[in-house]
Structures are given as structure tokens and as C-alpha cells.
Nanobody, 124 residues
Framework: QVEFVESGGGLAQPGGSLRLSCALS????????IGWFRQAPGKEHEGVSC????????FYGDFVKGRFTISRDNAKNTVDLQMNNLNAEDTGVYHC?????????????????WGQGTLVTVSA
């Protein structure tokens, strides 16, 4: 069974940082890309960032504006998201999932098997 296990969320103050980690049960190379998607209360999932397996090219949502960095840890078989300069709008549950690209944006398509995710709360 394919699983994506997210960790690293928590409470951060505005301007603070968190580092999220997504543990993969399958090889990273088995996927076209792995992405981080977040869901704010009452809203749909939106693409935060994704990394393409064949060349490690990265993509970010416009709202990231240079604050986040996605990376792959080969030794741990994880895809990590370093989030800096957090603001209240970054609050939500963060999930990782297989990702495609639609017009240069990370897209989860019809993926439905979301894990528990990791909650990020940005508040003073």
C-alpha cells in the first residue's frame, strides 16, 4: 500500500519557520513529481510546491514568493519543505501527494488517498 506520511507541523509565530517532511513508502523515482498541498479550513487543497523526479526541478505557488524551499532527501526517502517567514495565511493542514503539472502549477489531479497531514498554525 502506497503511503505518504507527513510530519513537522506545529505552531509558529508570524515570521517564524517550520520544516515539514514527507516520508515515501515507494521510491521517489516512481513518481513524476511529489508535491506539498495545503488545505485551509473550509477550502480546497491548493498546490504549495512540487519537485519533479527526473531532474529535481522545483515549482512553487505564487503565494510562496521565495519563502519556501522544497527538497528531496535521498537517504531518508523524504521530500521536505522548509518554510520561512510564515504568515497567518499559511495556516492549514499540509499534505504531500503525487503531483503533476498544469500550466506550471503543481496539481494533484484526482488523487484522493490523503494521509493525516500535518497541521501548521501561524499565530502570535
Amino acid at each position: 500500500q502506497v503511503e505518504f506520511v507527513e510530519s513537522g507541523g506545529g505552531l509558529a509565530q508570524p515570521g517564524g519557520s517550520l520544516r515539514l517532511s514527507c516520508a515515501l513508502s515507494e521510491a521517489f523515482s516512481d513518481y513524476y513529481a511529489i508535491g506539498w498541498f495545503r488545505q485551509a479550513p473550509g477550502k480546497e487543497h491548493e498546490g504549495v510546491s512540487c519537485i519533479r523526479s527526473r531532474d529535481l526541478v522545483t515549482f512553487y505557488g505564487d503565494f510562496v514568493k521565495g519563502r519556501f524551499t522544497i527538497s528531496r532527501d535521498n537517504a531518508k526517502n523524504t521530500v521536505d519543505l522548509q518554510m520561512n517567514n510564515l504568515n497567518a495565511e499559511d495556516t492549514g493542514v499540509y499534505h504531500c501527494a503525487p503531483s503533476g503539472l498544469v500550466s506550471g502549477s503543481c496539481d494533484y489531479g484526482d488523487f484522493e488517498e490523503w494521509g493525516q497531514g500535518t497541521l501548521v498554525t501561524v499565530s502570535a
